[in-house]
């Protein structure tokens, strides 16, 4: 058992459980966490573990989660699948079968959701999901929640915004990694941008362990485009992609509308080639609640943080409301239910209520409000916010 500190490259599979507090008093609930702890797309991995944790040690902390009568303090178990379906499927197996929890917070990649997509209804396991896919919600399911907006519901509002406030702009490359969540963000940016008038250009995919971007980028390169959108490219791949491309002569502007992570863009990139990505930004970091955060997360794991853990940490709170309102830690149907009707709920940044019914055919996605950011100096910054 090793406590991840960071992206630590090359680990396998891995677990550990969080040093919280625990009282001699309470009952003890375990939580799982099935993540991309290690490896490219950490940043988002370490997020989801990072907002459950911060919750879990606020509740404890409170003197424990009070629920029918008995008072639970929370045990973190957390496992790596390093972005792969076969590791995720393992370690849900594990977390399910030896480690008894009922409550997973993740996956965040879309092809390690998918696979224990069945695992989780299977067993009535309530997961916290943070992967992309559309494949992730469905009429049947019953069980699984998606805990922050995907490219399915921010996309829209940034390729207008980019229309109306970028209008000289007309041709768009995109570049993706070579997986679920790559193919369907390929085909989601392809909607939208032609929707909006944009014509694409160019569509290439990579493997997530791809260093060397020259070849696709002088192939996207002869086709001139204005824009090269990023997608959902990891944030230090999104830099090396960034930093090659200015190197091959590229001067127009970069739009990411995947997940965030401008530190570490700006360190893969450099702060010159960095500056002027358009982005979708989860949150004001400006805020006293976003330092209050941050704080938090350097108790658990190596800074930076990344935003996404705002919404991780909501999430967390809004399952422990609802084990609350049900009554009990263990029925999952009557926690289900009570996580259905939680919204509209104040989170962090603002009010959050479920949607997804017309999308997916099943009210299991949380809508929250959207910002859209740019880099500036290194800096992330939001230039628009939009509201749900």
Known sequence: MKKVMGCLVGLSLLGFL???????QAETLKIGVLSALTGPGCEWGLAQDGGMKIAADEVNKSGGLKVGGETYTIEIISYDDQYKAANAVAAATRLIEQD???FIMGPMG????VAVKPIFEKNKIIALYGA???????????YIFRMFPTTVEYIGPIVSWLRKNK???????????NDETGWFSQRLIKEHYTKEGFEIVASELFERNTKDFSPLLTRILSYKPDIIELGTTPPPTAGLVMRQARELGFTGPFVEIG????????????????DG????????????????????YAKFIKPPMNPFTLYFYDASKMLFEAMQKAGSV???????????????????QGKVVWGGKDTYGVNHQILTPLFIGTIKNGQEQVISKIEQ
């Open 18 to 24: 969080s040093a919280l507090p625990i009282s001699a």
């Open 100 to 102: 008894k929890v009922k």
């Open 110 to 113: 879309s092809a390690s959701g």
């Open 132 to 142: 992309y896919t559309d494949k992730i919600l469905d009429p049947s399911v019953k």
């Open 167 to 177: 209008p000289n702009l007309k041709t768009v490359a995109e570049v993706e990694p």
């Open 259 to 274: 997940g965030p992570g401008a530190p570490q863009i700006v360190a893969a990139a450099g702060k010159e080639f960095a």
């Open 277 to 296: 990505l358009i982005c979708y930004s989860v949150a004001d970091q400006t805020t006293k609640e976003y330092k209050w955060m941050e704080e938090q």
């Open 330 to 348: 263990t029925d999952t149907d009557k926690i289900a239910q009570e996580m259905e009707k939680i919204t509209p709920y104040m989170g962090i």
